[in-house]
Structure formats: C-alpha cells, structure tokens
C-alpha cells in the first residue's frame, strides 16, 4: 500500500499539503491508469516524478475533487480542464524520505508552496531577497525556507512576469508572528495575506514550510 498523509489543510481557500514515501509497484499500477493529468504520460516519467503527481492526485481526492483534471498552459502553470471558474496551484518537494506535496482552489488567484530547510537557500538568498529583507529575515534555514515559499506563493499566483527580488516582498514579521497571523506580501506593491505553518511528520529528516496566499482575513 502507499498511503498519503494529510499534514496540513486549509478551508478558506480549499488547500491541503502532506506526505508519503514511494511504494513503486502501487505508484505504477496508478500511473499506468490515471486520469488526472490526461496530457501528461505519467507512467514514462521515472518513479520520483511519478511519486509526485501521484501525491498531488491524492492531495486533490483530500480537498474533495476526486475527479478535478488538470492540465499546464506554456509557463507550466495548473488549470482545471473542465472547471475554468476555478483557479489550481499545485506543489510537490522530494527529499530523501519521500515526497510533500500540496493543492489550492479558490474563485481568485492562489498559490500553494512546500520548501524544505536547505543550505542552498542561503547561497541564492541574494537573487530572491532585497537587501531590506535580508536583512529583517537573517540567516536561519526556517526564515529562509518560508521567505521562498511565501514569494513562491505570489508568483504562482500573479507572475509569470515578475522578479523575484525586484516585483515581490516579503514583510517579515518574526516566526512566531507569521505562524500565528500569517505574513504581508506585496506584488509590485499590491499587499496581500499569506500563511504559513510548518509540516512536522515523524521520520523525516529536513523541516518543511508550506505557504499559502493570498487569503482573505
């Protein structure tokens, strides 16, 4: 059996994320046969990326859409096929256990991310944060995996035209202020809610954000 383990879910807007590890026989008996991605050739791809839609399907049977089809336009970006009224945003990250993945529906624009604690994180925070939020975030893996995962957020919502460092802020507010109240985002200056909790599952070895926004207060 392969089972997905719903860590985190979200009423308003419609959004779950969770985990499982790979049981590859399952995982290839569903992708031989899905009807989820119907533009896609699941059972091609190899196991890990298999893992991962799979995941994402379960994460859609969780939120109530067992039959939802989902397509990605030029940019990559999800859409429901038959449902254009409503708008998708799937994650998914691998780690070395298994794979997290997360959806979001909403009447308005959404976005859904899941970043795992990770040194690269510091290496790039330059491309991906002004000096300012650099500053206000400091260096901890934590504050830096969220900052990703909330501008993750905001350019699956609103992009693809925008600049991670130069179009989208984050107004840090301390971990435990963003795990209690969420956290403000603004997209070329336009503010909106974002939320943020982190994905706790025994076993796992790095910790792991998901965000979620913009919502509605």
Request: with cysteine; net charge negative.
């Amino acid at each position: 059996m392969a089972d997905f383990t719903v860590i985190f879910k979200s009423l308003a807007p419609l959004a779950t994320a969770g985990f499982s590890t790979c049981n590859e026989a399952v995982i290839a008996e569903w992708a031989a046969a899905q009807a989820r991605f119907p533009h896609r050739d699941v059972a091609a791809l190899p196991p890990a990326r298999q893992l991962e839609h799979w995941c994402v399907d379960q994460a859609f049977h969780a939120i109530g859409h067992p039959g939802l089809r989902i397509a990605h336009n030029a940019e990559g970006k999800p859409k429901a096929i038959d449902r254009p009224e409503i708008h998708v945003s799937i994650a998914h990250h691998n780690t070395a256990d298994g794979c997290w993945a997360a959806v979001a529906c909403s009447d308005s624009a959404i976005g859904i991310d899941v970043e795992a604690e990770r040194d690269q994180l510091q290496r790039i925070a330059p491309r991906f944060l002004s000096e300012s939020e650099r500053t206000a975030l400091g260096t901890a893996p934590a504050e830096l995996a969220a900052a990703w995962a909330i501008k993750e957020c905001m350019f699956k919502a609103f992009g693809p035209a925008l600049d991670f460092r130069a179009d989208l802020e984050v107004a840090w507010c301390g971990m435990e202020s963003a795990e209690a109240s969420g956290v403000a985002g603004h997209v070329r200056g336009r503010e909106g809610r974002y939320r943020l909790a982190q994905l706790r599952m025994a076993g796992a070895h790095a910790p792991v954000w998901v965000a979620l926004g913009p919502v509605r207060d």
